[in-house]
């Protein structure tokens, strides 16, 4: 079983950064891909990046790239997210996620298999 906690939303002016972080607790975090997911309002929940166990593989979706940093830190068991130049359409609530140990990289939300609660990222223009 794995518990995971975001923190770090709030509200930013258009252009600003936020740092989500999210605690894991539980079993083997450094053998899991773990990965941030956004739900804006009125819409589904989408992909917006991912990080292997060992560092070494970092995929983000099109409109984060450039703009936001995934990292982890695996002696903390922690998983952030760096947002720099944030734009109104980066507003929603965004949902740490990890998948079952050493299980490949994924975009699919249905994939995961431990998710936290949320925290609100509110970009105003």
């Known amino acids: 079983q794995v518990e995971l906690v975001e923190s770090g939303g709030g509200l930013v002016p258009t252009g600003g950064s936020l740092t989500l972080s999210c605690a894991a607790s539980g079993r083997a975090f450094s053998n899991r891909y773990m990965g941030w997911f956004r739900q804006p309002p009125g819409k589904e929940r989408e992909f917006v990046a991912a990080i292997s166990w060992n560092d070494d593989n970092k995929v983000y979706t099109d409109p984060v790239k450039g703009r936001f940093t995934i990292s982890r830190d695996n002696s903390e068991s922690m998983v952030f997210l760096q947002m720099n130049s944030l734009k109104s359409e980066d507003t929603a609530i965004y949902y740490c996620?990890?998948?079952?140990?050493?299980?490949?990289?994924?975009?699919?939300?249905?994939?995961?298999?431990?998710w936290g609660q949320g925290t609100q990222v509110t970009v105003s223009s």
């Open positions: 996620a990890a998948r079952r140990s050493f299980s490949p990289f994924s975009r699919n939300a249905g994939d995961y298999r431990y």
